[in-house]
């Protein structure tokens, strides 16, 4: 077993003379560009950044949230997974929790987003990033997880959240990226049970008409590996939509011709990143990257983006550094950005 690792049997203790070097191990990470005489990326200032802010909210509140431990989390495994370089701090409360799915609905969480049904898709998210990236190997645990989705799943195939609003936020998603991420939690699990709920997840994708650029990219991210007829025509569709909803800036808004925002943007990101080279899409990537690297703050995280704009909220502030960090990190073949090349 990974020696990092964590499964059923080894929770592991926490040692505290870690504790003193965490915030000493996350600045290494962000110098280490410096040392070697260049900046720091945009993903290397955002890793850096999650790495001190993700386990500050389980030891301030003593309780887990889908923002810190769902969203911020989920980007970090995903750094860890591509071999950049993290403090044990940073992840180790996280993992701890993750690893007891039967727990989930127990954390009080942030009151303003308490909805217990995406909780557990943000987790489970979560999770299945842990799984990949070597930090949890019991199977079992995954399987757990995406089992525990199923009651949740409505009839007609989706995971429907947020239904009050008319387009999804980074910590609220709405029920495209909702059903698109327990989807994936169905099938990373590898297990033959969850075929029925995949194949309705997959119908509604293709049956539900898209509205908004966030449905686009949450269509493309669903059926970028479906090879019928249908989801072709689909993927085109949506496709056609977001290279339409590109705007002067390099990023993406909620819909069309509205102003860009970092979580839109970073979402059709992952959407493009998402599907087999085509030669409009790397020039498209490369700008949408440019944006973030733009409006990246000095501290590594960035604005967030709310429902209506220009609202404050701690919980979306994590989640859109969240998604961000995420695209970087997938789209980092595409280009390479310094601090340097970006207007501020």
């Known amino acids: 077993m990974n020696s990092g690792a964590i499964s059923m049997a080894d929770h592991g203790g926490k040692q505290g003379w870690r504790a003193a070097f965490r915030l000493l191990a996350a600045a290494l990470l962000c110098?280490?560009?410096a040392l070697s005489g260049a900046d720091p990326s945009p993903e290397e200032r955002a890793v850096a950044y999650l790495a001190r802010e993700v386990p500050l909210w389980s030891r301030q509140n003593h309780c887990f949230s889908c923002h810190n431990n769902g969203d911020g989390a989920r980007a970090?495994?995903?750094?860890?997974?591509?071999?950049?370089?993290?403090?044990?701090?940073?992840l180790a409360d996280t993992t701890r929790w993750l690893i007891r799915p039967s727990q989930w609905d127990h954390t009080r969480g942030d009151a303003g987003f308490s909805d217990q049904k995406l909780a557990r898709i943000q987790f489970a998210a979560s999770l299945?990033?842990?799984?990949?990236?070597?930090?949890?190997?019991?199977?079992?645990?995954?399987?757990e997880a995406a089992e525990s989705l199923l009651p949740h799943q409505s009839a007609d195939g989706s995971w429907a959240v947020d239904g009050k609003v008319a387009v999804g936020s980074p910590a609220t998603y709405g029920s495209w990226l909702a059903t698109y991420l327990a989807r994936r939690t169905l099938e990373r699990s590898g297990h033959a049970r969850f075929q029925d709920a995949i194949a309705r997840a997959d119908h509604w994708f293709l049956e539900k008409p898209v509205s908004s650029q966030l449905d686009a990219a949450a269509t493309v991210l669903a059926l970028a590996d479906r090879r019928s007829a249908k989801a072709e025509s689909k993927?085109?569709?949506?496709?056609e939509m977001l290279v339409r909803g590109q705007t002067s800036e390099g990023g993406w808004g909620p819909y069309l011709n509205s102003p860009p925002?970092?979580?839109?943007?970073?979402?059709?990101?992952?959407?493009?990143?998402?599907?087999?080279?085509?030669?409009?899409?790397?020039?498209?990537?490369?700008?949408?990257?440019?944006?973030?690297a733009r409006t990246q703050l000095p501290s590594g995280?960035?604005?967030?983006?709310?429902?209506?704009?220009?609202?404050?909220?701690?919980?979306?502030?994590?989640?859109?550094?969240?998604?961000?960090?995420?695209?970087?990190?997938?789209?980092?073949?595409?280009?390479?950005?310094?601090?340097?090349?970006?207007?501020?």
């Open 128 to 143: 299945t990033e842990a799984f990949a990236a070597g930090l949890v190997e019991d199977t079992k645990v995954l399987l």
């Open 31 to 33: 110098l280490g560009g």
């Open 235 to 239: 993927l085109k569709d949506s496709l």
């Open 76 to 90: 970090l495994y995903a750094a860890r997974r591509l071999s950049y370089p993290l403090p044990e701090e940073a």
């Open 301 to 344: 995280g960035w604005p967030e983006t709310t429902r209506p704009p220009g609202a404050q909220s701690y919980a979306q502030h994590i989640s859109t550094a969240g998604w961000a960090t995420l695209a970087l990190l997938e789209t980092r073949s595409v280009g390479t950005f310094r601090r340097q090349d970006s207007k501020r």
């Open 261 to 292: 925002e970092p979580f839109d943007t970073a979402v059709v990101l992952l959407a493009f990143g998402s599907l087999p080279p085509r030669s409009e899409i790397p020039a498209r990537i490369e700008r949408g990257r440019a944006y973030l």
